[in-house]
Nanobody, 115 residues
Framework: QVHLVESGGGLVQAGGSLRLSCAAS????????MGWYRQPSGIERELVAS???????AYADFVKGRFTISRDNAKNTVFLEMNSLKPEDTAVYYC?????????WGQGTQVTVSS
């Protein structure tokens, strides 16, 4: 089992910034992709950004230029730097890690952006 602990969510005004962190621990064999998803209220979960073990990144169009994903392989931690936040970014943000071929999800952290 791999355990994920997320932190960094909260309430911020539009235009503000937040930094999310997700640390993996437990039976880690080979963490490949790490990523962040989000789920606004009443909407399906959607991919925000992902990063491979080699550092290749991918972003959803709605966050390009505003969010930056990074990872610390030595600490099995992934980060999401969120700038220029908008009210429509309000959602529960989930960390997802691929350990070998098995996906694991964090418990989610609430991000609320007020207008």
């Amino acid at each position: 089992q791999v355990h994920l602990v997320e932190s960094g969510g909260g309430l911020v005004q539009a235009g503000g910034s937040l930094r999310l962190s997700c640390a993996a621990s437990g039976s880690i064999s080979n963490i490949n992709s790490m990523g962040w998803y989000r789920q606004p209220s009443g909407i399906e979960r959607e991919l925000v950004a992902s990063i491979t073990s080699g550092g290749r990144t991918a972003y959803a169009d709605f966050v390009k230029g505003r969010f930056t994903i990074s990872r610390d392989n030595a600490k099995n931690t992934v980060f999401l730097e969120m700038n220029s936040l908008k009210p429509e970014d309000t959602a529960v943000y989930y960390c997802r890690v691929l350990n070998g071929f098995t996906p694991y999800w964090g418990q989610g952290t609430q991000v609320t952006v007020s207008s």
